[in-house]
């Protein structure tokens, strides 16, 4: 059983190997599109290694500290990746304020502005002065993926309305995919 149709599947394909093409012939991209990857955790684990080598600390002491940009970037960051690719599920992103709002009546999905992903110690990963939703990223549309391939990824902390709790995000079943059934 598929998790996206043929033609998506396809037109996916072209786009992951011009991504991987433009890599190997001029250098690493401003932004990755994480979608792309075959193994979106392997990717996010070489970023964390190359900091660890960088910094010559062990990759245990590293964790990830997200950032949703509020434009697209021109350059490159100085430390970690910036990345993009992953749709909203069951709630928008408001640009202007930075976090999380209720989707609009009959709209399902929304794309997510650039994410900065930055490794940091543990000890220094700050807290944001917003609530925050642990928002899980899935590879596929369906939740549960197929027995060869789980859908769930990795989860990533986006900023919600003052007004709201993370558990407001769960109870709507608020996630990111990295694909959508169109």
Same mark, same amino acid.
């Not at 080598?53 to 590293?62: E, G, I, P, Y």
């Not at 697209?72 to 990345?83: A, F, Q, R, S």
């Not at 899980?136 to 590879?139: G, H, K, L, N, R």
């Given at each position: 059983? !598929?998790?996206?149709?043929?033609? @998506?599947? #396809?037109?996916?394909l072209i786009r992951r190997i011009d991504q991987l093409t433009t890599w190997? =012939? %001029? /250098?690493m991209p401003t932004v990755f599109w994480i979608s792309g990857f075959t193994f979106p955790t392997g990717f996010t684990t070489a970023v964390k290694q190359a900091s660890a080598?960088?910094?010559?600390? @062990?990759?245990?002491? &590293?964790d990830f500290? $997200?950032?949703? !940009? !509020?434009?697209?970037?021109?350059? /490159?960051? %100085?430390? /970690?990746? $910036?990345?993009n690719g992953l749709f909203l599920e069951g709630a928008?992103?408001? =640009? *202007? %304020? /930075? $976090? &999380?709002?209720?989707? *609009?009546?009959? %709209? &399902?999905h929304y794309s997510l502005p650039v994410i900065h992903i930055k490794p940091k110690n543990i000890k220094l990963v700050t807290k944001k002065h917003f609530p925050q939703y642990l928002c899980? #990223? $899935? !590879?596929y549309p369906i939740r549960t993926g197929i027995r060869e391939r789980p859908s769930y990824m990795f989860a990533i902390p986006l900023n919600c309305q003052p007004t709201t709790e993370s558990d407001f995000w769960v109870k709507r079943g608020t996630a990111l995919l990295m694909s959508l059934d169109d």
């Open positions: 059983e !598929m998790c996206i149709r043929d033609s @998506s599947w #396809v037109e996916d190997a =012939h %001029k /250098g080598r960088a910094k010559n600390v @062990s990759v245990d002491t &590293l500290e $997200y950032t949703v !940009m !509020m434009e697209n970037p021109v350059t /490159g960051p %100085k430390e /970690g990746v $910036y990345i928008r992103w408001d =640009h *202007e %304020k /930075g $976090y &999380l709002i209720d989707a *609009e009546p009959m %709209k &399902l899980p #990223v $899935y !590879m």
